[in-house]
C-alpha cells in the first residue's frame, strides 16, 4: 500500500488516507464529521462510506428492516447518491424536510402537542381556530394554516418538530432501532436547532444512531438559521480532513491555502500553474455611491461605471486568452439585487421575500412557469412536438390530423402573444381556457383559492386569505417577459451567477466582483480583518459570512481566477489582499 500511495498524486494520496480513516470510524462504530474543502472531492468519500456500509451491514439491515440515512438538502445531491449507490434497498436518500416528514407523520398526537412550540405567527392561527384538538397534521409547501379538521405545516415547521421529537426518548428508541446510521451531506447547512439536538442527545451520549458528517463550514453561505461547524468532544466526533483538491490548479490551491492554512490542500497536478489576476478601482477619481438606506452602496462605483469595468476586465482577459463564454467562464456577481438588474428579472427579485422561492423555484408559480411553459414553448419553436407534450406532461396526446395542428398553432400564437407582451396572470388565464397545458395540481390550488378569495369583500377576508391574495396579485402582475430571464440564469445558459449559483459548482474560468449592494457584505471590512486573530468575538459572524462567501467564490475555478473589486479598498484592506494574492493585484 505504501509503494502505491508513493506513486500516485498528492490528491489521491490525501483521499485515499481520509477514506481510509471513515473506514475505521465506521467500523469502531463512532461517530465522525469528515471535513472537506472545496474541490476535495466529499460526495465520492460519501458515497465510498456508503458502500462500505452496505458491504458491513447489507444482510442484516434486509433481514431486521434496518435503514441507512444519507440526509441531502437538494433533490439533485438526492438524486445524485441514489444513482451512485444503485438505489439499494437498505440506503434512504432524500431531502432533510421530505425524510423528517415521512419520519414524523405518523406521531399525530406528539405534533399536535408540540404545535405551541411554533413561531411565526401558529399562536394566532390557533387562536382564531378554536385550539389544536384532533386536526389532522398535514405538510404542504404551500401557505400554512389550521381548520377545525386539519393543520397544514410549512417546511420550516417540519424541521423545528423532528428537532422537538428527536429529544423525546421514546421516539428517539423507535427512530435509532430503524436507522442506525445516519449520514448527513453538507452538514454545515443543516438548521441549527437540529444540529443541536442531534449532538446533544446521538453524538454526546454515544448511544442511539451513529452519525456521520460530510461537510465544510467555510462553505456555510446560506443563512444564519444554518449551524456551520458542528462541534463535540474529540472521542465522541471524530474528525477527518480531507486535504485534496481534484479542482483547481496548483497558483489558485496556493491561494486557498492561504486562506484557510488550517486545512492544507494538496493539487492534483503539482506540474499544473493556473492563472490567478486581481484588479482593484481605487484610483477611479470620481465620485462613489452613498450608503443609501441600509447602509448597502457605501464606497462602491457608480452602477454605470462598475458596468464599464467588468467590460474592460473581460477584454483585458480576452487578450490574456481567457476566451470568455458562457461555455468557459463564469462571472460571480455576489449580491442578487445586482444581478437581478443586469439578467433583467428585477421584479420578480423585488416580489419574493426569500430568493429561494423563485431560484430553486420552491414558489409553485415559478416551478410551474420555468419548468413546464418555458421548456415546453422552446420545444414548440424549435417544432419538436413530441419535447413540446413531454414537457407540458401530455404524452398521451397525439397531433395526427391537420386539424389537431391549426388548434395547437392557433393556442401556442396566444401563448406566444402574452408571453412577450402580458403579465403571469394574463398567461396563466390564458391556460385556464386553452388547458394547453393544463395547470399543475398545486397552481390549480393556489388559483382556486385565488379567485374565492377575490369574491369576497376585503373587509371580510381573515388575515391569512388577506396575506394570500396580496401575494398572489403581486406574482400575477409580474411581466412574463421577465420568466424566459430566469430560466436562462436557472438553466446556467448565461455568463452571469450569484451566491446561490456558485456553491458545489466549478467553471474553467471565474471572474468574481467585489462591490456593495448588501449590508450583509463588505469586502473592505473583511480584507482588513483577514488575520483571524484580530477578530472580534461580536463581530465573528459577520466576517464568517464575509470569509465563507469569498472562499467559495475563489475555489470555483479550475485554471483561472479573477476578482474585480468594484468597492474602495482602504489601506489595510490591501494589505490583506497582498497577503493572500501576492503580486497578482493590479490596477483595474
Given at each position: 500500500m505504501e509503494q502505491q500511495l508513493q506513486e500516485i498524486n498528492p490528491a489521491e494520496k490525501a483521499s485515499i488516507e481520509c477514506i481510509n480513516k471513515v473506514y475505521e470510524a465506521i467500523d469502531q462504530n463512532l461517530s465522525f464529521r469528515v471535513e472537506a474543502g472545496a474541490g476535495a472531492g466529499k460526495t465520492y468519500t460519501l458515497i465510498k462510506a456508503l458502500k462500505h456500509l452496505i458491504k458491513k451491514y447489507e444482510g442484516e439491515f434486509i433481514k431486521n428492516h434496518k435503514k441507512i440515512v444519507c440526509i441531502t438538502y437538494t433533490n439533485v445531491a438526492k438524486d445524485e447518491i441514489q444513482s451512485r449507490v444503485d438505489s439499494h434497498p437498505i440506503i434512504v436518500a432524500d431531502t432533510i424536510h421530505a425524510f423528517a416528514w415521512q419520519v414524523i407523520q405518523?406521531?399525530?398526537?406528539?405534533?399536535?402537542?408540540?404545535?405551541?412550540?411554533?413561531?411565526?405567527?401558529?399562536?394566532?392561527?390557533?387562536?382564531?381556530?378554536?385550539?389544536?384538538?384532533?386536526?389532522?397534521?398535514?405538510?404542504?409547501?404551500?401557505?400554512?394554516?389550521?381548520?377545525?379538521?386539519?393543520?397544514?405545516?410549512?417546511?420550516?415547521?417540519?424541521?423545528?418538530?423532528?428537532?422537538?421529537?428527536?429529544?423525546?426518548?421514546?421516539?428517539?428508541?423507535?427512530?435509532?432501532?430503524?436507522?442506525?446510521?445516519?449520514?448527513?451531506?453538507?452538514?454545515?447547512?443543516?438548521?441549527?436547532?437540529?444540529?443541536?439536538?442531534?449532538?446533544?442527545?446521538?453524538?454526546?451520549t454515544q448511544s442511539g444512531s451513529r452519525i456521520g458528517l460530510f461537510g465544510d463550514h467555510w462553505q456555510k453561505i446560506y443563512g444564519s438559521e444554518a449551524c456551520g461547524l458542528i462541534e463535540a468532544d474529540a472521542d465522541k466526533l471524530i474528525v477527518i480532513g480531507k486535504e485534496a483538491n481534484f479542482r483547481s490548479d496548483k497558483n489558485i490551491v496556493t491561494v486557498l491555502n492561504r486562506m484557510r492554512p488550517e486545512l492544507p490542500q494538496q493539487e492534483c497536478d503539482p506540474n499544473s500553474q493556473g492563472d490567478v489576476v486581481v484588479y482593484h478601482t481605487n484610483d477611479w477619481q470620481g465620485i462613489r455611491r452613498s450608503p443609501g438606506p441600509g447602509g448597502h452602496w457605501g464606497g462602491d462605483l457608480p452602477a454605470q461605471q462598475a458596468h464599464n469595468y467588468l467590460e474592460i476586465t473581460k477584454d483585458k482577459?480576452?487578450?490574456?486568452?481567457?476566451?470568455?463564454?458562457?461555455?468557459?467562464?463564469?462571472?460571480?456577481?455576489?449580491?442578487?439585487?445586482?444581478?437581478?438588474?443586469?439578467?433583467?428579472?428585477?421584479?420578480?427579485?423585488?416580489?419574493?421575500?426569500?430568493?429561494?422561492?423563485?431560484?430553486?423555484?420552491?414558489?409553485?408559480?415559478?416551478?410551474?412557469?420555468?419548468?413546464?411553459?418555458?421548456?415546453?414553448?422552446?420545444?414548440?419553436?424549435?417544432?419538436?412536438?413530441?419535447?413540446?407534450?413531454?414537457?407540458?406532461?401530455?404524452?398521451?396526446?397525439?397531433?395526427?390530423?391537420?386539424?389537431?395542428?391549426?388548434?395547437?398553432?392557433?393556442?401556442?400564437?396566444?401563448?406566444?402573444?402574452?408571453?412577450?407582451?402580458?403579465?403571469?396572470?394574463?398567461?396563466?388565464?390564458?391556460?385556464?381556457?386553452?388547458?394547453?397545458?393544463?395547470?399543475?395540481?398545486?397552481?390549480?390550488?393556489?388559483?382556486?383559492?385565488?379567485?374565492?378569495?377575490?369574491?369576497?369583500?376585503?373587509?371580510?377576508?381573515?388575515?391569512?386569505?388577506?396575506?394570500?391574495?396580496?401575494?398572489?396579485?403581486?406574482?400575477?402582475?409580474?411581466?412574463?417577459?421577465?420568466?424566459?430571464?430566469?430560466?436562462?440564469?436557472?438553466n446556467d445558459q448565461t455568463l452571469y451567477s450569484t451566491k446561490h449559483g456558485v456553491k458545489g459548482a466549478e467553471f474553467e474560468n471565474v471572474i468574481v466582483v467585489l462591490g456593495r449592494g448588501w449590508n450583509h457584505y463588505n469586502w473592505s471590512s473583511f480584507l482588513e480583518k483577514i488575520d483571524q486573530a484580530n477578530v472580534a468575538e461580536d463581530d465573528r459572524d459577520t466576517f464568517?459570512?464575509?470569509?465563507?462567501?469569498?472562499?467559495?467564490?475563489?475555489?470555483?475555478?479550475?485554471?483561472?481566477?479573477?476578482?474585480?473589486?468594484?468597492?474602495?479598498?482602504?489601506?489595510?484592506?490591501?494589505?490583506?489582499?497582498?497577503?493572500?494574492?501576492?503580486?497578482?493585484i493590479n490596477i483595474a
Open positions: 405518523c406521531f399525530q398526537q406528539p405534533l399536535r402537542d408540540r404545535m405551541s412550540e411554533l413561531d411565526g405567527d401558529w399562536e394566532e392561527r390557533i387562536k382564531q381556530a378554536g385550539g389544536v384538538n384532533k386536526q389532522k397534521v398535514k405538510y404542504d409547501l404551500g401557505y400554512p394554516k389550521i381548520t377545525t379538521d386539519e393543520i397544514y405545516l410549512h417546511h420550516n415547521d417540519i424541521i423545528k418538530l423532528f428537532a422537538s421529537l428527536i429529544r423525546d426518548d421514546k421516539f428517539r428508541r423507535i427512530f435509532s432501532s430503524k436507522y442506525p446510521v445516519v449520514l448527513i451531506d453538507e452538514y454545515q447547512d443543516t438548521n441549527r436547532g437540529l444540529a443541536d439536538a442531534i449532538v446533544e442527545t446521538f453524538i454526546e482577459l480576452n487578450h490574456k486568452g481567457w476566451n470568455i463564454s458562457p461555455d468557459t467562464t463564469k462571472i460571480l456577481m455576489l449580491t442578487n439585487n445586482v444581478l437581478a438588474s443586469e439578467q433583467g428579472y428585477q421584479t420578480i427579485n423585488s416580489t419574493f421575500r426569500y430568493n429561494d422561492d423563485y431560484l430553486k423555484l420552491n414558489d409553485p408559480y415559478m416551478d410551474f412557469l420555468v419548468s413546464t411553459i418555458e421548456v415546453g414553448a422552446e420545444a414548440f419553436r424549435e417544432q419538436k412536438y413530441g419535447a413540446m407534450l413531454d414537457a407540458f406532461g401530455l404524452r398521451t396526446v397525439k397531433i395526427r390530423t391537420h386539424a389537431d395542428k391549426e388548434v395547437w398553432q392557433d393556442n401556442m400564437a396566444r401563448l406566444e402573444e402574452v408571453r412577450n407582451n402580458g403579465t403571469i396572470g394574463n398567461v396563466i388565464d390564458l391556460l385556464k381556457v386553452t388547458k394547453r397545458p393544463r395547470l399543475s395540481p398545486k397552481l390549480e390550488e393556489k388559483e382556486a383559492r385565488f379567485e374565492g378569495i377575490s369574491k369576497i369583500d376585503t373587509a371580510d377576508r381573515d388575515e391569512d386569505d388577506r396575506n394570500f391574495f396580496e401575494k398572489t396579485s403581486r406574482i400575477r402582475s409580474i411581466p412574463y417577459k421577465e420568466i424566459p430571464n430566469l430560466s436562462a440564469y436557472i464568517e459570512r464575509n470569509r465563507n462567501l469569498f472562499y467559495v467564490a475563489c475555489s470555483r475555478p479550475r485554471k483561472r481566477l479573477c476578482l474585480l473589486f468594484t468597492q474602495e479598498l482602504s489601506v489595510s484592506a490591501m494589505e490583506g489582499l497582498r497577503e493572500l494574492f501576492g503580486d497578482t
